[in-house]
Antibody
Framework: EVQLVESGGVVVQPGGSLRLSCAAS????????MHWVRQAPGKGLEWVSL????????YYADSVKGRFTISRDNSKNSLYLQMNSLRAEDTALYYC?????????????WGQGTLVTVSS | AIRMTQSPSSFSASTGDRVTITCRAS??????LAWYQQKPGKAPKLLIY???TLQSGVPSRFSGSGSGTDFTLTISCLQSEDFATYYC?????????FGQGTKLEIK
């Protein structure tokens, strides 16, 4: 059974930093691209970032480019999101999501999310 | 960036009804479209990809159609567990983008 478990979400002040983690199990982690997708309270879904199976390619939404960094450790079956220069508008539930294929950008499994609140 | 627009944003229906949700892309996306279902407090669940291919384990009452810019998600006979919010998503180009969601409520 595929499982994705996010952690690291907390309340942080504007301008602060945070690192989210996602522990994956139930599939061959290094066969798939992985994503972060977020959802602001009461709002819709917004794709944040993608990393290829080997970490060699990364992509970001314009809203986070230059502030967020996605990475992975295939030896630990783990995905990460380093978030710097946080803003109030980054407040959201952050989901880790598995790509359906290489880099198809279809999200076939999701974690339960970790909540990031940016507030003073 | 490709903008995805769903209609309606919300509506009410009854168990047993046939319902259709529409999704329109701001430019052609071929069949690079997925549909997700999200229930309150839960993560989204993939229902359909490639516009019309049912994800494994999804009931056959769900179906998708369309290509280019106009797409539909149809639920042929609503069940109580289908009341949720539905999102379309294009994966034709970066950034992948979602519609604003359609909330399906019980009448």
């Amino acid at each position: 059974e595929v499982q994705l478990v996010e952690s690291g979400g907390v309340v942080v002040q504007p301008g602060g930093s945070l690192r989210l983690s996602c522990a994956a199990s139930g599939f061959t982690f290094d066969d798939y691209a992985m994503h972060w997708v977020r959802q602001a309270p009461g709002k819709g879904l917004e794709w944040v970032s993608l990393i290829s199976w080997d970490g060699g390619s990364t992509y970001y939404a314009d809203s986070v480019k230059g502030r967020f960094t996605i990475s992975r450790d295939n030896s630990k079956n783990s995905l990460y999101l380093q978030m710097n220069s946080l803003r109030a508008e980054d407040t959201a539930l952050y989901y880790c999501a598995k790509d359906q294929g290489g880099i198809l950008r279809v999200f076939d499994y999701w974690g339960q999310g970790t909540l990031v609140t940016v507030s003073s | 960036a490709i903008r995805m627009t769903q209609s309606p944003s919300s509506f009410s229906a009854s168990t047993g009804d046939r319902v259709t949700i529409t999704c329109r892309a701001s430019q052609g996306i071929s069949s690079y479209l997925a549909w997700y279902q999200q229930k309150p407090g839960k993560a989204p669940k993939l229902l359909i990809y490639a516009a019309s291919t049912l994800q494994s384990g999804v009931p056959s009452r769900f179906s998708g159609s369309g290509s280019g810019t106009d797409f539909t998600l149809t639920i042929s006979c609503l069940q109580s567990e289908d009341f949720a919010t539905y999102y379309c998503q294009q994966y034709y180009s970066y950034p992948p983008s979602f519609g604003q969601g359609t909330k399906l409520e019980i009448k």
